[in-house]
């Protein structure tokens, strides 16, 4: 099931940190930020979820959630959201079920070989549950305002 830019996106249910089960359907009258990141602990993905805890007041002020979302497992998250003191939840995508819902799950080369990950990619959902935006492939500088300032426009 493919994500179109302008459709609604269809409801599924994810476990994120806090406790928290994840549903788009729970968050009708809000506008979701869903960005994805390969791994906690690293330090692009350290660098873009610490811009996203920096700018969460402004993200709450235009009636945004925010969720971080890697195939690391919900210890791990707990741990990375603590270090970081993250004012938001992380989901737990450890058998890549969002990641290929998505479309996030690449073919990369590392260290000369051939390795599946997770493309950095920023999905942002409006108040009615329609995605209005997708980022792939970003780079972290810059790209939180970027997401801001949609999320402002909606």
Known sequence: MALVLNKVVPDFEAA????????????????IVLYFYPKDMTPGCTTESMHFRDNFEAFEQANAVIFG???????????????????????????????????????KI?????????ERSTFVIDADGVLRQEWRGIKVAGHVDEVLDVIQKL
Do not use: W
């Open 69 to 107: 979302i890697s195939r690391d497992n919900l210890l791990s998250h707990e741990k990375f959201k603590e270090h970081l003191e993250l004012p938001f939840d992380l989901i737990a995508d450890t058998e890549e079920k969002l990641c290929h819902m998505f479309g996030v799950v690449k073919n």
């Open 16 to 31: 994120a940190t806090s406790g928290v089960q994840f549903s788009p359907k729970n968050y009708l009258g809000k506008k």
């Open 110 to 118: 590392m260290y000369g070989k051939k390795v599946k990950g997770i």
